[in-house]
């Protein structure tokens, strides 16, 4: 009877100390899984929202270009509604220009130009695109005259043909001159009976270039007249629509943004916002660390209690089995 008392003692034993011990390692497992939630837990995160300043970006593009690109840099800064922009970026593209229509201007000189002469109305210029460095010959009609200047010109000589000629007199249009006078004495009324203004035209002199010949029944005499002539110079303007081929050639693209530099009081043109989340890493961070601690010196002094707990309990079942056999040997 003492017997089955000291088994019931010691079955009852085992069964709290199994039960101790699967409580125990529970209690440690969900320390061990708890603790670093716990803490993580139990880490606050703060919130930081900043506004970025960012003005207009504009983009410049140059005229299409055929050869040296240095000429078609884009500019540091430019203006453009009254702001400033910087330059931030810049590239040369290849394109293939379009076929366009554009006005195109020529001119050409004409050098001594007397009172009788009249300037063509259009002309055959040849014109040139200095950034295709593309030449065309079109005919264009003239939109503009310049006369640069005014100078003699005594390279100037014009037959005149005399009719009615007799021994004593002859015919200089309807008037009648009498023969053996001279005939620079008569040079007003040569240059009028060719319709020539005395502003313009000066005679010198005038000699006879032959004998007096019958002509139709007419004696007529050929002479020569000597002089001046006021002549000019005259640059004439040639302009129209001249259609323009497509051609290989490149841009350059300069990229600006808005130079806020100078006043930032005025308010902002784009305003774009960023969120962001970060850990608190000074006080918070101590704090988990004296948590962790704290959760590993707990975990292992409670393996250390339950290695303890249970060698107890096995010399206690030891001492109770060498103390059961006895009993059992006298029954």
Known sequence: MELMIRICRLTKLAMTAKHFIINTVFLIFLSLI??????????????????????????VDSPAFVGSAKEYAPLETVMKEGKKYHLTNSEILDIFTEEKTEYSESSILYEGVEYIDR????????????????KQTVELPVVSQVEECFYWDYDFTFPIEVSGYQEDTYLLGNREIPNGVPLTDYAEEFLKYLNLPGDYYQITGIVWTGEPVERNGNMVRNAQAQGRKL????????????????VQAQIYRGI??????????DPLIDK???????????????QKIVRYMITITITMTVLLLLLIVILILHKKKKKAESESEPDSQLD
């Open 256 to 265: 600006y943004e808005e130079d806020r530099t100078e006043d930032q009081t």
């Open 272 to 286: 774009n916002s960023e969120t962001a989340a970060y850990e608190r890493q000074a006080w918070d961070g101590y």
């Open 231 to 246: 002549v000019k110079n005259i640059r004439a303007v040639y302009g129209g629509e001249v259609t323009v081929p497509p």
């Open 34 to 59: 708890t603790g670093p939630v716990l803490s993580y837990g139990a880490e606050k995160s703060i919130e930081i929202r900043k506004d970025i300043r960012s003005g207009d970006v504009l983009t």
């Open 119 to 134: 300037m063509p109305e259009t002309a055959w210029v040849q014109v040139v695109n200095e950034d295709l460095k593309l």
